[in-house]
Each structure stands twice: as structure tokens, then as C-alpha cells.
């Protein structure tokens, strides 16, 4: 029911989605505007079911007011649906604050992480760079950031089928000093985490080099990072299609050079990659892009199977035992005493 455009992109783009990546689906939202978005869909051997909902939440109300006031609107309803082992997982393109403070109530959070990270994908050089947080948590503690550290390694492993992904500490400069206060303290911890490969500090540049696998920093920090990056996508092919077209031959030529055009614009598009896994809580939830359009929301269950059969959630836990044992282990000279 959320997102810009509601159910008349999210339900096409969901049911493209369970065809595409062959899973069931739950819709869940008002049945009578849920089930004339899907009049005329081709459905055909797919297993669709419409969940009613209530209530929405609208996009500019209060995120935790909400979802208390609103305990039947289609956000909660369908955390509920993981919580009660209903579903594997949930995909929203809704009030994105929503969404995080009802997987915290109805969900709670993976034992020994203290707050949730908004994880995804961006464009660079090489594949795509993990970055987290992009805005779940502005203003985190120290230890925070390394939490985030731990559960984007996991994600890079099990689902970017990443080998011993390296980490690197979001900073206006590549030296050690480098960063603010808030940095400055991150950095010895990141440095001191067990079975995490920290490069040390990057800059905003080395996102887009692919410099290293996962760039962590605090979620005000990722989020206008992310946004300056779709905007810089967006500005760049809109200034590729209009030089393109200015003249005759330039019209030829990238007619001839359309296949490599689409390419590029497909590497750029924010809706290749779907949505964002929100990394923390007990349970796979997927938040979408507010504008998100067909493809976007289609993409975006691929990330929900994936995240869901690729076992996140016992893989962060695993690793934050992993890594707190090998914290309290005794030293060989404590064990010698």
C-alpha cells in the first residue's frame, strides 16, 4: 500500500517478481484496491494470496506513533506474518521509518546488535560496493559501526558471493587521523575486530572504484551518499541522451551504440538493484525505494528470496559469536597463568 505510486506499480511489480524468482506471494493491503490492481495480471500457476489490511501508514506520519496507533495496517500485518512464521520474508516500499520501528516492536532485534543498518548495493568500477548504514540509524555509537561491519560481511558472503570482503571506514581522508571525533574513535575498533579484513578509512571516490567490498559509516552519512549518487546516475544519462540526440549523426551513432547505452543505464539504475535489506532485526525484511517503480519492486523480492534461502539471520548470529569468543578468549600468556 506504500511507496509513491501504491498498488498500481508495487502489485504488478511484486507479481513479476514471484514469476521471475518462483516464490509465493502475500499481498497484503486493502483487498478491493489490491485486488483491482491485479485485474488483467497474468497470474497463471503463481501462488498469490491478498492479505486484508486496515490501516496504511501514510508516508509523512510519525514512524513509531504509527505503527502503535495503527497495529492493522499492512507494515505491521505483514512483520507479523514473518513473526508468526506466515512468510519468509517482507518487501515494503513504504514509510521506510515505519517499517524499521515495526520490525523492531513486532520483530525485536538479533541478540547483540543494539541498533539495525540499512544495507544495499552501489554502483562502482569493478561490481558493486556494500554500503550500510543509508539511514536507519543517524547517529550511532562507536561499537555500532562495527556491528554494522559484522553483518554486512555476512551479507557480502552469502548473498554477493564474496570471499573474505574487505571493509573500509567512510572518511574524508585515507589516513589513520583522518575524520571526525565520531570516526577517529571507529576506527582502532574496526581495526581490533576479529575475521573482519579492515582496509582502514576510504573516501566518497572509493565507493565508486570499488575500492573495497563494504564501506560502513553512520546512517546520515550513507543516506546523502546514496542520494548524491542516484542523483549523479540520473544526471549523467539524462545529459548522455540529450548530447546523443542533438544532432543527426550523433543520432546515428548511438543508434549504432544502443546496446552499450542500455548497459551502462542498466549498471546505473537504482531499480536493478530493488531494495535494501534492513540488517539487525529477527527477521528478512527488504525495504524499497519510495519511488520505486515495476522493476524496482520486482528486483526487490529477488533480494527478499535471496536473503531469505541465504540464511542472514543465523549467519549474524553465528558471526557475532565468532567474533565476541575470539574478543574473550585468553591470550596464551593469561592461559599460561
Known amino acids: ?32 484496491l489490491v485486488g483491482a490492481a491485479l485485474e488483467g495480471l497474468d497470474v497463471g500457476g503463481l501462488d498469490i494470496e491478498v492479505v486484508p489490511a486496515t490501516d496504511v501508514i501514510g508516508m509523512d506520519e510519525h514512524p513509531a506513533q504509527a505503527v502503535r496507533r495503527k497495529p492493522h495496517s499492512s507494515i505491521v500485518v505483514a512483520l507479523r506474518m514473518i513473526k508468526e512464521g506466515n512468510v519468509e520474508a517482507m518487501v515494503s516500499a ?46 550511532p555509537k562507536p561499537e555500532n559501526i562495527v556491528q554494522f561491519a559484522v553483518m554486512g560481511k555476512v551479507y557480502a558472503e552469502r548473498v554477493m558471493d564474496r570471499v573474505d570482503p574487505s571493509v573500509g571506514l567512510l572518511s574524508n581522508g ?3 587521523t583522518k575524520g571526525n571525533l565520531f570516526v577517529q574513535a571507529v576506527y582502532p575498533l574496526l581495526a581490533a575486530t576479529p575475521g573482519i579484513r579492515f582496509h582502514g578509512n576510504v573516501e566518497g571516490k572509493d565507493v565508486a572504484l570499488g575500492t573495497v567490498d563494504i564501506v560502513v559509516t553512520d546512517g546520515f552519512t ?11 546516475a540520473t544526471m549523467l544519462t539524462d545529459v548522455l541522451r540529450d548530447e546523443l540526440t542533438a544532432t543527426l549523426p550523433r543520432k546515428l551513432a548511438a543508434f549504432m551504440l544502443r546496446p552499450a547505452f542500455r548497459a551502462v543505464r542498466a549498471r546505473l539504475d537504482y531499480a536493478e538493484i530493488g531494495g535494501a535489506p534492513l540488517l539487525g532485526v529477527n527477521g528478512t525484511t527488504i525495504i524499497a525505494h519510495g519511488r520505486s517503480n515495476q522493476l524496482a519492486i520486482r528486483n526487490a523480492v529477488g533480494v527478499a528470496r535471496r536473503s531469505a534461502e541465504q540464511g542472514l539471520i543465523d549467519g549474524i548470529k553465528s558471526a557475532l559469536d565468532e567474533a565476541h569468543a575470539a574478543i574473550t578468549a585468553p591470550s596464551p600468556v593469561d592461559a599460561r597463568s
Open 94 to 139: 513504504g514509510n521506510s521509518g515505519a517499517v524499521m520501528a515495526g520490525a523492531l516492536m513486532v520483530l525485536g532485534r538479533i541478540p547483540g546488535i543494539e541498533r539495525p543498518a540499512i544495507a544495499s548495493y552501489m554502483p562502482s568500477g569493478k561490481s558493486r560496493t556494500l554500503v550500510l548504514d543509508l539511514g536507519a540509524v543517524t547517529d
Open 1 to 32: 500500500m506504500g511507496g509513491d505510486h501504491g498498488p498500481s506499480v508495487v502489485v504488478p511489480g511484486a507479481v513479476d517478481g514471484a514469476r521471475a524468482f518462483d516464490v509465493g506471494l502475500r499481498l497484503v493491503g486493502d483487498p478491493a
Open 222 to 232: 550513507g543516506n546523502v551518499a546514496l542520494k548524491t549518487a542516484e542523483g549523479v
Open 174 to 176: 585515507e589516513e589513520p
